[in-house]
T-cell receptor
Framework: KQEVTQIPAALSVPEGENLVLNCSFT??????LQWFRQDPGKGLTSLLL?????REQTSGRLNASLDKSSGRSTLYIAASQPGDSATYLC?????????FGAGTTVTVRA | DADVTQTPRNRITKTGKRIMLECSQT?????MYWYRQDPGLGLRLIYY???????NKGEISDGYSVSRQAQAKFSLSLESAIPNQTALYFC??????????????FGPGTRLTVL
């Protein structure tokens, strides 16, 4: 069974600081890994998807890396803004299903 | 218009009642999913469907059933609701084929409270 862990569960940073969010998974036989953003009471918005053959993906201020052999992914958000405050979830596609971490709740202080 | 819609958005019901949550999508995707989200546990898969005739149980299907009425519609039913089914429920879709279609797209969620 795939286990996905996100540490820390919550993070508070001042505006302008770079954010580093971690995701680890127990079985490296994944098809891809996806990072989502969830705002309170809202659905999930896909941020980045990394295929198992890729090492990283970038979109604007966001960069996600994948080290499949060690079972780790990191989401970097450069120059954080208050609008980045949300819960960030990672999910790995494994055995035709997505397995989710519990998320990291980020607060960016103005 | 949203690509994945869910109705109702909020529902309060009593123990023992039958509840149906509905999901519709305009993305033309074959694959549809139902998840529940509980605080601190992340999302867990209830059921998934690869096409109208292909429905599969997820990791927590007990107490739930589904119906895939058409490619665009996937409903989740709680036959006899119980309080520990209080959660946020999400529907999702996914395309097939090229890598660009491998993302899952989520609806806005249904907040269900069972008293």
């Amino acid at each position: 069974k795939q286990e996905v862990t996100q540490i820390p569960a919550a993070l508070s940073v001042p505006e302008g600081e770079n954010l580093v969010l971690n995701c680890s998974f127990t079985d490296s036989a994944i098809y891809n890994l996806q990072w989502f953003r969830q705002d309170p009471g809202k659905g999930l918005t896909s941020l980045l998807l990394i295929q198992s053959s890729q090492r990283e993906q970038t979109s604007g201020r966001l960069n996600a890396s994948l080290d499949k052999s060690s079972g780790r992914s990191t989401l970097y958000i450069a120059a954080s803004q208050p609008g980045d405050s949300a819960t960030y979830l990672c999910a790995v596609k494994f055995d035709y299903k997505l397995s989710f971490g519990a998320g990291t709740t980020v607060t960016v202080r103005a | 218009d949203a690509d994945v819609t869910q109705t109702p958005r909020n529902r309060i019901t009593k123990t023992g009642k039958r509840i149906m949550l509905e999901c519709s999508q305009t993305k033309g995707h074959d694959r549809m999913y139902w998840y529940r989200q509980d605080p601190g546990l992340g999302l867990r898969l209830i059921y998934y469907s690869f096409d109208v005739k292909d429905i599969n149980k997820g990791e927590i299907s007990d107490g739930y059933s589904v119906s895939r009425q058409a490619q665009a519609k996937f409903s989740l039913s709680l036959e006899s609701a119980i309080p520990n089914q209080t959660a946020l429920y999400f529907c999702a879709t996914r395309g097939t084929g090229t890598s660009g279609n491998n993302e899952q797209f989520f609806g806005p969620g249904t907040r269900l409270t069972v008293l």
